[in-house]
């Protein structure tokens, strides 16, 4: 008999960013039905200056809101695991080419070896993962193995493990964001033949992952935020903050909403940003040896649900862009949350679907 269960074998999704702390649970249905489903969600502001570009600047304040968002999730102070995301700005995953070793031993330094000359930052400041693309096995000795690396700065990986733990949480994973959103917008048998771009349009940063050959090939970060769009139209039209959200969620980038005015700014932002997303697809077409034109584009995010940026975007980039849909792989029927805030969720989704989606499958080393 276990009188003393071992709390991480439930675990909840947690995200950590500069405005907020949000933590959700995915579990799966009764016997009879099966479906994994949204069973707990939560969310607080957190004030400018606990995390600033994803470092905790007063990490006893942010053990506090964190207990204190457990309470609001479960009605009293829980001891549970979690999985967290790092945040995008301080990480890296890349996949790259290795040439494969004469032995399995020597597979961890070649992958050190040849990830050092892709990171800007000494290896041994970092924790690396990796996990091979494909059929390693199929790869002859001394030809070039598709490795996907992930790597993240040990300070910024040991102060969220200490400050967690400081709110009586049990760090069970640590994930680079882009992991989290691609397993909750890309339905779990998808066409493993598809291609996606996926465009996490966030408040405070904005980031383009290439998804292909069933994997994440590279991300790169946009210098573009739904607070940045908020503070031009603020300027512009010279209103508070509070305002200009107000105006930016009701216009959205529709130019006959809001008057002209208003496009006036949305189009150089819109212009901007499908110049960045173009880029990134461009270098993967070209500089990657099994890139290629991608089928489609996924629009994530706060700012995916500004009205008609998904069209506009289309006619800009000259390639489907869609809003993802971030129920792909829950019972929606079972949701009590609004699209909207699900599209602002997805890195959260995506880590609460970790633990369920890894359940009696064999884990591939990374």
């Not at 964001?177 to 066409?191: F, K, L, M, N, T």
């Not at 500004?306 to 862009?321: C, G, H, P, S, Y």
């Not at 599209?343 to 633990?355: C, E, M, N, Y």
């Amino acid at each position: 008999m276990i009188f003393f269960p071992d709390p991480t074998t439930r675990t909840v999704g947690l995200v950590i960013n500069e405005h907020v702390f949000r933590l959700m649970e995915v579990r799966r249905g009764p016997f009879y039905h099966r479906k994994l489903r949204l069973q707990r969600y939560a969310e607080t502001r957190i004030p400018d200056g606990i995390v600033v570009a994803g470092v905790f600047k007063k990490p006893d304040e942010a053990a506090a809101r964190l207990k204190s968002l457990l309470k609001k999730a479960f009605g009293r102070m829980k001891t549970c695991g979690v999985v967290v995301s790092l945040p995008e700005t301080r990480t890296f995953i890349k996949v790259i080419n290795v040439t494969k070793p004469a032995t399995l031993e020597e597979v961890p330094a070649a992958v050190s070896a040849e990830a050092s000359l892709h990171i800007p930052v000494p290896i041994q400041d970092l924790y690396l993962d990796w996990q091979p693309v494909g059929d390693a096995k199929a790869v002859p000795v001394g030809k070039p193995m598709s490795v996907a690396i992930a790597a993240a700065p040990k300070e910024i990986v040991d102060s969220y493990a200490a400050t967690l733990e400081m709110a009586g949480l049990i760090p069970v994973a640590f994930e680079i964001e882009a992991q989290s959103i691609v397993r909750c917008v890309i339905p779990i048998h998808d066409d493993p033949a598809k291609s996606y771009g996926i465009i996490d349009f966030g408040a405070t940063r904005s980031s383009f992952i290439v998804y292909d050959h069933g994997t994440i090939q590279f991300t790169v970060s946009i210098p573009l935020s739904g607070d940045m769009l908020t503070e031009r139209i603020g300027a512009a039209l010279n209103v508070s903050p509070e305002e200009a959200e107000r105006t930016k969620r009701q216009c959205g980038v529709d130019a006959h909403k809001c008057g002209t005015q208003i496009w006036e700014i949305m189009q150089p932002f819109l212009a901007e940003i499908s110049e960045r997303i173009q880029n990134a697809m461009e270098f993967y077409r070209d500089h990657f040896t099994n890139g290629r034109a991608l089928d489609e584009l996924l629009l994530c995010g706060g700012g995916a649900n500004m009205a008609r940026m998904d069209e506009l975007l289309t006619e800009l980039l000259k390639i489907n862009v869609r809003k993802a849909d971030p129920q792909v792989n829950l019972d929606a029927k079972h949701s009590n949350l609004p699209v909207e805030v699900m599209l602002s969720s997805t890195t959260a989704v995506g880590l609460a679907l970790r633990q369920p989606l890894s359940k009696g499958k064999s884990q591939k080393k990374l």
